[in-house]
């Protein structure tokens, strides 16, 4: 059922209406006392109609504030839907209920899920959302603010488990190394549970992401791990890099000839300086390595 907006009368104008019936009554009233029993019977009977009818146009007033809707309904039958801020007068016979259009949003609780490689992890999400269909978001579901918060809790749970924790290589996504990514998966995921309801969802961002206690200190070691062996990697890749470039600036001035093994010590030693964590101590060679 999609929304359809319905007109209504300004409540300024209907004021006027029942403000005019109000004196039509007491005058009416006041009348009642002069003599001829037709004209007071007369007087009687329209004075209890203008009455009637104030009552009735009382009862049609609604106030429809910013960011508000008002559904309309029939004995049952949805009618219409106004946005329109101010005081509105629609028929008294209809039933009228508010719903905020207004942005809102919510954080998800820590659940505890298995990520795609199966460790286990606890992971939250705030999500932002509004309503843009007043009729599906009261007809479509029951409760729609429940029906958002365990939708994406259930979204939120298919993610994790597409997804690593932390990926060991560039070219893996992971839930900790492509938020940017893995926010706009969830805020899909979400959208596509909860357009049925008539809402929108506006952001969707995870909020806490973690190992579960259990395994986060053997997690935290296979980090410390995965980091040095990539950082020394590195070094290595650099060492080797300078080492080749130092061989051939000596080769290409002349500054001395090398051969095989003479080639071997001194990247030997180069490579130790590069590489090594600590400085380095020099050591006078006062003789030659074929002695």
């Known amino acids: 059922m999609k929304e359809k907006l319905r007109g209504t009368i300004p409540g300024g104008l209907m004021l006027l209406v029942c403000l005019g019936l109000i004196i039509a009554s007491i005058f009416l009233i006041a009348q009642v006392g002069d003599p001829g029993e037709e004209g007071r019977a007369i007087r009687v ?73 199966g460790n286990p992890i606890e992971i939250a999400a705030v999500v932002v959302w509004k309503v843009v269909d007043t009729a599906e978001a009261l007809f479509q579901v029951d409760a729609y603010d429940n029906y958002v918060h365990v939708q994406s809790e259930s979204a939120l749970r298919n993610l994790a488990t597409a997804y690593a ?70 070094i290595v890749e650099g060492a080797v890099g300078m080492v080749e470039m130092a061989l051939e600036l000596l080769a290409k001035k002349g500054v001395i000839e090398f051969d095989n093994e003479r080639k071997a010590a001194m990247v030997s030693n180069l490579l130790v300086v590069l590489c090594g964590e600590r400085a380095t101590q020099p050591v006078v060679n006062a003789g030659t390595i074929y002695q």
């Open 45 to 117: 009977v329209g004075a209890v109609v203008c009455a009637f009818a104030t009552l009735l146009v009382l009862g049609g007033f609604f106030i429809v504030s910013p960011n508000y809707g008002v559904v309309l309904q029939l004995f049952g039958d949805y009618k219409g839907s106004v946005r329109t801020p101010g005081l509105r007068w629609s028929s008294p016979f209809l039933s009228k209920r508010k719903v905020s259009l207004r942005i809102r949003n919510f954080e998800t609780q820590h659940l505890k899920v298995n990520d795609h490689t």
């Open 165 to 234: 924790y932390d990926a060991h290589d560039d070219a893996s996504m992971s839930l900790r190394g492509n938020t940017a990514d893995v926010a706009d998966h969830l805020r899909t995921e979400i959208q596509d549970r909860l357009s049925v309801a008539g809402v929108e969802v506006v952001e969707a961002r995870i909020s806490h992401l973690a190992y579960a206690p259990e395994i986060a200190a053997v997690m935290l070691q296979r980090q410390q791990a995965s980091a040095i062996i990539a950082a020394r990697s590195k």
